[in-house]
């Protein structure tokens, strides 16, 4: 299968261009923008879900976009398999489309978090963490919400735990998990998680603006490598 | 014509960070026998058929697909029906 991400622009999406930027000119990719009216995905082998504000996150975060008319298309390419990434309002939009379990509400401390966190990867052996490198104790990524505090019942939690899908948590630098460490009151400091069949993951924090050495932080490449490598191979 | 009125509301079980912040300005107010602050949404529209049950059926996809998540609230709503010369029926 060729490689190619779909950047998909909602209106008030406002991290499209750094994705863009970051897997065209960083790390050589094909990548195409998808308008959010269209349902043609433009055979890209995967969807990417940006950070923003859909729709103003009216409403809630994410439940205008998820009835756009590309959402039917990015559904049903999920639900075949397909590889999609949801970032910050991405994450939210892929909740509220239940692509993902759970919900997100707003964060324990009211105030929009912008800073950067670390991450222990809780599971490497997912399409999106196989190329994180043992030796990295925790990937040093932003994030940039208000709504990031991560809910689900004790049920589901439980099921996330025992089917492995929670894949990264807000921890110190050496991967420890701790409430001190916590941005935003998630629930298991729960900062990204993928779907029972792997194929759709959804983080809060933003690797596509940890990506470019000049900027002093690369820990994100390696998300988007994991992915460009299980397509090529 | 019907004009809806739909009361959403968080569940109980899910931690609302907003009443809890909203109810900490109840104390600095000086109030101090306010307790459980939860904050939900009003929302209103007309739906345009001549049938309740038309109008009820339709509330209820809008309500339970798109202005409520299941998973975190619950909702409710009223339907009272008026004529377009702006006089309510019931």
Known sequence: ?233 | MFKATVLIKRRPSILDPQGVAVEKGAKHLGISNIKNTRIGKLIEFDVDVKDRSDAEKEVNIYCSKLLSNPIMEDFEFKLSEWVPSGEEVK
Not at chain 1, 7 to 14: D, I, L, T
Not at chain 1, 134 to 149: D, Q, R, S, V, Y
């Open chain 1, 1 to 233: 299968m060729s490689l190619k991400f779909g950047v998909v622009v909602f209106p008030g999406s406002n991290c499209d261009h750094d994705a863009y930027y970051s897997l065209r000119k960083l790390l050589n990719y094909d990548v195409e923008f998808l308008w959010h009216k269209d349902t043609d995905l433009k055979q890209s082998s995967v969807i990417l879900l940006p950070g923003g504000f859909s729709y103003g996150d009216y409403l809630r975060t994410g439940a205008i976009a998820r009835f756009s008319p590309i959402m039917n298309s990015v559904i049903n390419f999920a639900n075949k398999g397909g590889i999609v990434i949801g970032i910050c309002n991405g994450f939210q939009i892929l909740l509220e489309a239940s692509l993902l379990p759970g919900v997100m509400i707003r964060n324990n401390s009211l105030k929009f978090a912008c800073k950067d966190v670390y991450l222990s990867v809780e599971n490497r052996e997912t399409i999106f963490s196989a190329e994180i490198s043992e030796a990295a104790k925790a990937l040093k990524i932003p994030i940039a919400h208000g709504e990031g505090n991560y809910f689900a019942d004790a049920d589901l939690l439980k099921e996330l735990e025992v089917n492995r899908q929670i894949l990264f948590r807000y921890s110190d630098e050496n991967g420890n998990v701790n409430d001190e460490n916590n941005p935003n009151g998630s629930q298991l400091n729960i900062a990204g998680i993928v779907n029972k069949n792997g194929n759709v993951m959804g983080m809060m924090p933003h690797p596509e603006r940890a990506c470019d050495p000049t900027l002093g932080r690369i820990d994100g490449q390696q998300i988007f490598k994991s992915i460009a490598n299980y397509i090529l191979n």
